[in-house]
């Protein structure tokens, strides 16, 4: 399980969705998760890297699990998901402090279609408000984005959760550089 965590966090890492030590990967192992220990450099990780850590309530290995297990077992526990990433993608990042509305509407066709609105959640790293927050935006969303932090985006197998992640920061690229063009573009006249 660790290899394919790692090959994740790798690709992450060389897209630039995450800088090295940021951001998080599980996997969910039946009644229990397979996570980034908290401090792991994502493009580095090896099988000292994870946890193995329970669902259905804290254990002592929580202390040198990610930070953010909490959010990952309310989300595992409150949705169909197997996989969750969460990354730090800068343009998610900037459009959930731009945004005036409690979601980012996708401009681009792809996100519109594979994501719809995509909501911003609100909530403390690492804390039991986020938890509940995160999980309920997941529960009806594929992927979501923590105000200021990053994104969360959950899957059956981490490559969906992967994949969904670029989506989300594309289509907040596309919709930055339209707000952008839109509001600095001088108007047309025939």
Partial sequence: MWREISRIGK???DSGL?????????????????ITRS??????IGEDSVVEV???????????????TIVHRAIYKNTHALAIVHAHCPFAVVMSLLAHEDSVRPADSEGQYFL?????????????????N?????????AA????????AIGRVLDEAYVLTTQV????????WYDLATKTQAPVTP
């Fill in 54 to 68: 329970r669902l259905d309530g804290t254990c002592a290995l929580d202390i040198i699990a990610s930070s953010e």
């Fill in 169 to 176: 920061e594309h289509s907040c690229k596309i919709r930055y």
């Fill in 134 to 142: 995160m999980s309920q935006a997941l529960a009806s969303h594929k």
């Fill in 39 to 44: 401090g792991s450099a994502l493009d580095e």
């Fill in 11 to 13: 690709k992450l890492v």
């Fill in 116 to 132: 719809g609105n995509i909501p911003i959640v609100r909530g403390g790293i690492g804390s039991e408000e986020l938890a509940a």
């Fill in 18 to 34: 995450v800088e090295s030590h940021f951001g998080n990967i599980s996997v969910r192992v039946g009644n229990r998760m397979v």
């Fill in 145 to 152: 984005i923590l105000y200021s932090h990053g994104t969360f």
